[in-house]
């Protein structure tokens, strides 16, 4: 494909100097023999669609810790290189959806086992659960989380940013995670990781500089920004200034992780534009 440049303006995708409506369908080249892609590229491209979109999930990539596989050397289906280009052979642009976290009903929400085995800490409470998707609570900010998240990155951006738009390739968009907040969500709570609690404190500390002035505010009698915990239960009436405190810093939370990612593509000449796919939290 010729190079071109891809923007959001105006609410709408323009692609060169003209708008573009983007007509995606999923095709997930991990769940489909090799031997087949063709064929259901062929068919996609039947329908009128002028996109796919698949995820490309960590854990199927980097199956072993530090070995990554996208040519296929290990397993047919992993050959990504492969995957892109007959995309793009078909006239079609392509939505890769690079996690780290797919979900896609996959285990651990796409995530590697060997990650959460090895590296626990990662959990928000620092526990593992059960091989069930939508169980895995991780937390987002974990440094070990993080530097993880950054190697996966640096190993999978390359092959994006080569076959972007922008470079002739195909790759019109990028998502960055999937259902931000969806697992936590869905489980009815919030990240309670000892790191999280401790930003949690900061960010009260920094909204309201004296421990005076929150105490005021809750009706409590706190010494200290850190003998205050996360909130457990629910936000009735009684406790609606620390509720909506709260909310903010998980507002600021998934706010800072996104960002996180952003900057890692970003880095990694991702020109396209990153999209993100979050669902906030409400315990009820």
Same mark, same amino acid.
């Given at each position: 494909?010729?190079?071109?440049?891809?923007?959001?303006?105006? *609410?709408? =995708?323009?692609?060169? &100097?003209?708008?573009?409506?983007?007509? !995606?369908?999923?095709?997930?080249? =991990?769940?489909?023999?090799?031997?087949?892609?063709?064929?259901?590229?062929?068919?996609?491209?039947?329908?009128?669609?002028?996109?796919?979109?698949?995820?490309?999930?960590?854990?199927?990539?980097?199956?072993?810790?530090?070995?990554? &596989?996208?040519?296929?050397?290990?397993?047919?289906?992993?050959?990504?290189?492969?995957?892109?280009?007959?995309?793009?052979?078909?006239?079609?642009?392509?939505?890769?959806?690079?996690?780290?976290?797919?979900?896609?009903?996959?285990?651990?929400?796409?995530?590697?086992?060997?990650?959460?085995?090895?590296? !626990?800490?990662?959990?928000?409470?620092? *526990?593992?659960?059960?091989?069930?998707?939508?169980?895995?609570?991780?937390?987002?900010?974990?440094?070990? =989380?993080?530097?993880?998240?950054?190697?996966?990155?640096? !190993?999978?951006?390359?092959?994006?940013?080569?076959?972007?738009?922008?470079?002739?390739?195909?790759?019109?968009?990028?998502?960055?995670?999937?259902?931000?907040?969806?697992?936590?969500?869905?489980?009815?709570?919030?990240?309670?990781?000892?790191?999280?609690?401790?930003?949690?404190?900061?960010?009260?500390?920094?909204?309201? !500089?004296?421990?005076?002035?929150?105490?005021?505010?809750?009706?409590?009698?706190?010494? &200290? =920004?850190?003998?205050?915990?996360?909130?457990?239960?629910? #936000?009735?009436?009684?406790?609606?200034?620390?509720?909506? &405190?709260? #909310?903010?810093?998980?507002?600021?939370?998934? #706010?800072?992780?996104?960002?996180?990612?952003?900057?890692?593509?970003?880095?990694?000449?991702?020109?396209?534009?990153?999209? #993100?796919?979050?669902?906030?939290?409400?315990?009820?």
């Amino acid at each position: 494909m010729e190079r071109q440049e891809v923007r959001l303006e105006h *609410k709408r =995708f323009v692609l060169g &100097d003209k708008p573009f409506f983007l007509y !995606s369908g999923e095709v997930h080249y =991990f769940r489909i023999p090799r031997r087949e892609w063709r064929d259901r590229l062929r068919k996609a491209k039947v329908t009128g669609l002028n996109t796919i979109s698949s995820y490309i999930p960590w854990c199927w990539h980097e199956f072993k810790e530090g070995y990554f &596989d996208f040519t296929g050397k290990t397993h047919p289906e992993k050959d990504l290189l492969e995957f892109i280009k007959l995309v793009e052979e078909f006239g079609l642009y392509f939505l890769a959806r690079i996690g780290p976290i797919s979900n896609a009903e996959l285990v651990h929400e796409g995530l590697p086992g060997w990650l959460l085995k090895e590296h !626990s800490e990662v959990y928000t409470e620092g *526990k593992g659960l059960s091989d069930l998707p939508h169980v895995t609570l991780v937390s987002y900010l974990n440094p070990t =989380f993080q530097m993880y998240v950054k190697r996966w990155y640096e !190993s999978v951006l390359p092959i994006i940013a080569t076959n972007q738009v922008t470079r002739g390739g195909n790759i019109i968009l990028v998502q960055l995670c999937n259902e931000i907040g969806m697992v936590h969500w869905v489980n009815k709570t919030a990240d309670y990781s000892p790191i999280v609690t401790g930003l949690y404190q900061d960010f009260l500390r920094g909204n309201y !500089s004296e421990i005076g002035k929150l105490n005021m505010n809750y009706g409590t009698d706190y010494r &200290d =920004f850190n003998q205050i915990e996360q909130p457990h239960g629910h #936000a009735d009436s009684g406790w609606k200034p620390v509720f909506w &405190d709260w #909310a903010k810093f998980y507002r600021w939370y998934h #706010a800072t992780y996104y960002q996180s990612l952003t900057h890692l593509a970003r880095t990694q000449k991702v020109t396209v534009p990153v999209v #993100a796919n979050i669902r906030d939290i409400l315990l009820e």
